[in-house]
């Protein structure tokens, strides 16, 4: 077979399954290519396939390698987070997520770049410096699951495994062109991820389709007792079939914000609505009136979660220990000097917010902020089946362009959040360009319904027919 790393990886282990592909081969393919990477987009690549890859062809995911974001624990593999505080930190046990998929036959490939515990939206808080774009090495691939992205988009990797606390497998599969699922809360065991914030926190695939998303997905679900927050998903996740939209409605938020929106965004936004009713789809309009205050929420609740969660790292038993005299002054300076600047702002907000003083005006209603959302939601999903959006509000911008502005890259997952802090699923595909650069069409549906929102997904894939090829020179 000439280059095995153009098949999507359900093609690829099609092609294991059938014998016309050896899953060794094309371990190595992909082991060269992300060795060769020049996008910052791995931290870590295996040397070696994994013994006896060949000889097991029945396997679902057919030998197909992956790649994983940092944060995931994996046994004897740096997993950094993206932080200087863990560096050479090399776990002894592999998370949940990841065992599973490797037990079903996608092996690890490589681990990938990411923001510093995942706080980002352009994966420059990456202790480890910025992932690149491939569509434009100039410009960021978002984030925080920034090198998972690049990664798939470059085709260094046939698809990854990313994690969402506000949209960072979404944000960053819109502006690499590429597909990115965030599946519902709890479907998926966190056990083995290095926590941002554990109720919002969801790993997912990035891919380079519909199809491969929802194989990866197939595989990754199920209750695990170390996660007392995971379950069973209630159906089965198949592969996408669907070619039409008869019957489905779609909605569209009465106040989506448009100022400040990319005008590129917004007529592809316009442009897939029109392709939703040419496929039998309808288009209808939902409030979802306190949306709007998710990202205010988030930034309370978020950085809250991260100021508890992020208390372990004191030197003693992971990664950095920094040289003191006192046992408290090396908790000081370990923490001074391994966390970036954004992980300090999250912790000194999130503490904040939880001080005696202030829990009830500041955490205190941001949770009752949150649950209105979800309420806003379950309230829409009476009247449709799915609430669309554009993933991002621009295209993926200049290194260094947002950097000074903190609050700017907040804005950046006004569309995304919202549906973080309601649990719910939802689905990014690229819908076509601006400026040169992907956009992306967002599709959230009710709690456990990723097989819809899948196959909804995968009709407008075929009749959007995105060119990738852009994104593969690099
Ligand atoms: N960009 C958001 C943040 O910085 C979301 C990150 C994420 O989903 N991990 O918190």
Same mark, same amino acid.
């Given at each position: ?27 190595? %393919? ?17 040397? /070696? ?12 995911? *057919?030998?197909?390698?992956?790649? +994983?974001? #940092?944060?995931?624990? &994996?046994?004897? +593999? ?24 490797? %037990? ?11 923001? !510093? ?6 994966? !420059? ?10 569509? #434009?090495?100039?410009?960021? $691939? ?11 988009? %470059? ?24 597909? *990115? ?39 990754? /679900? ?18 996408? &079939?669907?070619?039409?939209? #008869?019957?489905?409605?779609?909605? +569209? ?18 442009? &897939?609505?029109?392709?939703? =009713? ?63 600047? =954004? +992980? ?31 309420? #806003? ?11 669309? &959006? ?39 595909? $690229? ?6 650069? $992907? ?36």
């Amino acid at each position: 077979m000439s280059d095995v790393t153009a098949l999507t990886a359900k093609q690829a282990a099609d092609a294991v399954a059938t014998g016309d592909l050896d899953a060794t081969e094309l371990f190595e %393919a992909y082991r060269a290519k992300a060795a060769a990477d020049a996008l910052n987009a791995y931290t870590w690549v295996a040397e /070696t396939a994994p013994d006896g890859l060949s000889d097991n062809k029945g396997l679902p995911l *057919g030998g197909v390698p992956l790649a +994983v974001k #940092d944060l995931f624990c &994996t046994e004897g +593999v740096p997993s950094q987070s993206g932080s200087k505080i863990l560096e050479g930190y090399l776990p002894p046990y592999t998370a949940t997520v990841v065992e599973r998929l490797a %037990a079903a036959g996608a092996p690890l490939l490589a681990k990938t770049n990411q923001d !510093e515990f995942a706080m980002g939206s352009s994966n !420059e808080n990456s202790a480890y410096g910025p992932a690149l774009n491939p569509w #434009d090495t100039t410009r960021i $691939p978002g984030g925080s699951s920034g090198g998972s992205a690049a990664a798939v988009a %470059a085709g260094s990797a046939p698809w990854a495994l990313g994690t969402d606390t506000g949209g960072s497998i979404r944000q960053p599969a819109a502006m690499t062109g590429i597909v *990115g699922l965030k599946p519902t809360y709890g479907s998926v065991s966190r056990y083995g991820m290095i926590a941002f914030a554990s109720s919002l926190d969801q790993a997912g695939p990035l891919t380079r389709d519909v199809t491969d998303a929802a194989l990866l997905y197939s595989k990754m /679900t199920g209750r695990d007792p170390r996660d007392s927050t995971s379950l069973e998903h209630p159906e089965q996740i198949a592969l996408p &079939t669907a070619q039409r939209l #008869d019957g489905l409605t779609f909605g +569209v938020p009465s106040d989506l914000q448009t100022e400040g929106v990319d005008p590129g965004v917004v007529a592809r936004f316009e442009e &897939t609505q029109r392709l939703i =009713e040419e496929l039998g789809g309808r288009i209808a309009t939902v409030e979802l009136p306190h949306a709007k205050y998710g990202v205010s929420a988030y930034y309370v609740l978020a950085p809250a979660e991260a100021s508890s969660n992020l208390a372990r790292f004191d030197g003693v038993r992971y990664g950095l220990r920094a040289e003191a005299e006192t046992l408290l002054e090396m908790y000081t300076k370990t923490r001074h000097d391994g966390f970036g600047p =954004e +992980v300090k702002r999250r912790i000194m907000l999130g503490t904040y917010a939880l001080s005696s003083g202030y829990y009830d005006a500041y955490y205190g209603k941001a949770q009752r902020v949150r649950t209105m959302i979800a309420q #806003d939601y379950n309230n829409a999903f009476a009247g449709v089946d799915f609430v669309i &959006t554009p993933t991002a509000p621009n295209v993926a911008w200049k290194l260094g362009e947002k950097s000074d502005d903190p609050l700017a890259m907040y804005l950046e997952d006004l569309f995304t959040i919202p549906i973080s802090l309601a649990g719910l699923p939802a689905i990014s595909i $690229p819908n076509g360009l601006s400026d040169n650069l $992907p956009t992306g069409f967002q599709i959230a549906g009710p709690a456990f319904s990723e097989n819809k929102v899948l196959d909804a997904a995968f009709a407008l894939e075929q009749a959007i027919g995105f060119d990738a090829s852009n994104g593969r020179t690099a």
